[in-house]
């Protein structure tokens, strides 16, 4: 079973502070990913990482930075937290796709509830 | 950039009904999945279903492709209440990325 361990699992912080979400992937996937959930948005793509030392920028991607040290490990930095930040980040890690085929079929973590105040 | 929709935005069943969730998309694509997220969660895959496939089953779950139409429909049999979650659709566009719509809400009720 895929597994993909995001913490904190909850998370207060002041607006203008510096917040780190860690996320760690047991699946030795090349590809990692960080999402945003709001509501009425659906899924949002902040950054991704097709391997260790590589960042990418996804859609929403200002006011935040990526970090991939490792192949396990994936974090997201916000450096001046504010309060249009709050909201559910997931993590996940992804293979490359069966067969051949680019399709992309992603593990997801629990998540981290962040409350920006 | 939301290049697939699911449909409706929520639904209300009752134990042991089927259900129809549907998802339109934009793009050609290579393969569509569909997510399933419960509350507290975070999204785990359901079905993947290629392009070249018109149907995929997975136990109670049943997934339609219609590439002409751009549509994919998820149906669920025999519901049961922790099949109350949102339900995603993610149309590939041939990279590796994963986009998905705003999802749908099932709620199975006893």
């Known amino acids: 079973e895929a597994a993909v361990t995001q913490s904190p699992r909850n998370k207060v912080a002041v607006t203008g502070g510096k917040v780190t979400l860690s996320c760690n992937q047991t699946n030795n996937h090349n590809n990692m990913y960080w999402y945003r959930q709001d509501t009425g948005h659906g899924l949002r793509l902040i950054h991704y990482s097709y391997g260790a030392g590589s960042t990418e920028k996804g859609d929403i991607p200002d006011g935040y930075k990526a970090s991939r040290p490792s192949q396990e490990n994936f974090s997201l930095i916000l450096e001046l937290a504010t309060p249009s930040q709050t909201s559910v980040y997931f993590c996940?890690?992804?293979?490359?796709?069966?067969?051949?085929?680019?399709?992309?079929?992603?593990?997801f973590g629990a998540g981290t509830r962040l409350s920006v105040l | 950039s939301q290049l697939a929709e699911e449909n409706p935005w929520a639904l209300s069943v009752h134990e042991g009904e089927s259900v129809t969730v549907n998802c339109s998309y934009k793009t050609s694509i290579t393969a569509l999945q569909w997510y399933r997220q419960k509350s507290g969660e975070g999204p785990a895959q359901l079905i993947l279903i290629r392009s070249n496939e018109r149907e995929k089953r997975n136990g109670r779950l049943r997934a339609t492709l219609d590439t002409s139409s751009q549509s994919s429909s998820l149906s669920i049999t025999a519901t049961r209440c922790e099949d109350t979650a949102v339900y995603f659709c993610d149309s590939s566009s041939g990279s590796w990325q994963l986009i998905f719509g705003s999802g749908t809400q099932l709620t199975v009720m006893p």
């Open positions: 996940a890690s992804g293979d490359e796709g069966l067969g051949g085929s680019s399709q992309n079929t992603l593990y």
